[in-house]
């Protein structure tokens, strides 16, 4: 038999006073219309609430790092090259407001080509069906020598290509992050995965000497992770490579009793994805510290982080 059911009276509801119950929303969070100012004018006019409110908190926690000469790191994938925001990332490095690089290997081809061209990403598209994808005589064979003379004395991948390129005679050097860091004796790390990136495709490709090099350059970014408490790391456009990296360094510094907590992480990408939710923003913070998820176009974000950095470091 099926039970028979009568709708509930609420006459003995019992209610509270709204003035007593918490609220989430208050006067001092709401936003408020701009009327014209400064940056940091427009920035004061934001809400405190949700994604705005995580905006300032990462905004203070770079300047609130850098005053107390802590590290921020910078983790990226090629897509921030791609829409144009290296001279603002070399501008950072060039204010000692990022005090350290680390990239996947694709960066490397997109920062060489731009240098070198003042163009980079073809349309991989067309050029797979030419067969002609990834075959820029220049990029395979400049790199691949880049890594390989680099090695030989002692380099890893990134200060290897970053002293190639900033000894060259390239035209658009100036815009090339791995050669501002050689400039700037800024670590910068590249962190390859064999057969991912075009360098691969071409036959001066070594792999002892790219396994060698991104290893190295492993132990250097986990030394920098070594010194990370009290200051930010940022994972900006890579959904795999960096957030594994990085976990990995967290994970040898803290076995070498190397006291990695306390500090911030940040991940920014269009959609936040596993990678960089569990070993960016979760995991690495369980034991003290603070993760932030920026979610939105990288050419349109990273411009207002830096531009809101740079105005609030300038009160220090």
């Known amino acids: ?25 208050r006067l001092t969070k709401i936003g408020r219309p701009f009327s014209g100012g400064s940056f940091k004018d427009f920035l004061d006019t934001l809400p405190d609430i949700l994604a705005a409110g995580d905006f300032k908190s990462v905004v203070n926690s ?16 090629a897509h921030p090259i791609k829409v144009g925001l290296s001279p603002l990332i070399i501008n950072l490095m060039e204010k000692r407001l990022i005090t350290a690089i680390a990239m996947n290997g694709a960066c490397i081809v997109h920062d060489f080509e731009l240098s070198l061209m003042g163009q980079t990403s073809e349309d991989v598209d067309v050029e797979l069906c ?22 030989k004395k002692g380099h890893g ?44 495709m071409h036959p001066e490709a070594d792999g002892a000497s790219i396994g060698e090099g991104s290893m190295r350059d492993f132990k250097l970014f986990s030394s920098v992770v070594a010194d990370l408490k009290g200051g930010v790391y940022i994972n900006l456009g890579s959904a795999v490579i960096l957030p594994e990296v990085f976990l990995k360094a967290v994970a040898v510094t803290r076995n070498l009793k ?3 907590r306390n500090f ?42 830096a531009a809101a950095v740079i105005e609030e470091t300038k009160k220090e």
Do not use: W
């Open 1 to 25: 038999m099926i039970k028979k059911y009568i709708p509930l009276s609420l006459d003995k509801i019992t209610t509270c006073r709204l003035k007593r119950r918490k609220s989430k929303v």
């Open 62 to 77: 770079i300047s609130k790092a850098r005053k107390k000469d802590k590290p921020v790191v910078l983790g990226m994938g």
């Open 264 to 305: 911030t992480t940040v991940n920014m990408d269009f959609t936040q994805h596993y990678r960089g939710r569990e070993n960016v923003l979760r995991r690495p913070v369980l034991s003290g510290g603070n993760s932030y998820a920026l979610t939105g176009h990288h050419e349109i974000m990273f411009p207002l982080l």
């Open 157 to 200: 991948i990134g200060r290897a290509v970053g002293e190639y390129i900033l000894k060259s005679n390239a035209a658009y050097k100036k815009l090339s992050i791995l050669a501002a860091a050689a400039r700037l004796d800024v670590p910068a790390t590249v962190h390859v995965a064999i057969g991912t990136d075009i360098i691969h």
């Open 130 to 151: 030419r067969g002609t994808f990834g075959m820029a005589e220049e990029t395979g064979a400049e790199l691949n020598k880049a890594i390989k003379d680099g090695v």
């Open 258 to 260: 190397f006291d990695v």
